[in-house]
């Protein structure tokens, strides 16, 4: 997700009041269309989908949903993986899986990971 305002930020502030700029970040700009404008990268992944919904004027709009951060996502055999899609996976295998008690547990073992779940 990018997003891009006249009010975006350059930079974080560390604990001492100095602005810590983070130029890939906050100067991020399109390699393709309008190249000239800057955007600023959120570091979470998510995407645009057709709603129901209406506005003021009766038009359906776009909604965004926010997949997860893009820090979080694991990737095994080239193939990225959010830990949201697997919790809800796990808990619909069986029913005595509560949603509650869906954790990942990532240890980096070679090209493994390790998941566990508690049931009822």
């Known amino acids: 997700i990018w997003v891009h305002s006249t009010h975006n930020g350059s930079g974080y502030y560390s604990g ?35 709603t129901e919904l209406t506005d003021a004027s009766g038009e359906r709009h776009d909604a965004l949903y926010v997949v997860g951060a893009l820090e979080e996502a694991m990737e095994l055999r080239g ?21 509650w ?13 390790y998941f566990s779940s508690l049931y009822k």
């Open 16 to 50: 001492y009041g100095e602005e810590v700029l983070q130029s890939d970040h906050f100067t991020s700009r399109l390699s393709f269309g309008d190249t000239s404008t800057v955007w600023a990268r959120t570091g979470y992944l998510g995407f645009l989908r057709r």
């Open 79 to 99: 193939m990225r993986y959010h830990p949201i899609d697997i919790e809800t996976s796990v808990i619909r295998t069986h029913q005595s899986i509560m949603e």
């Open 101 to 113: 008690y869906v954790t990942i547990h990532l240890k980096q073992h070679k090209s493994c990971s």
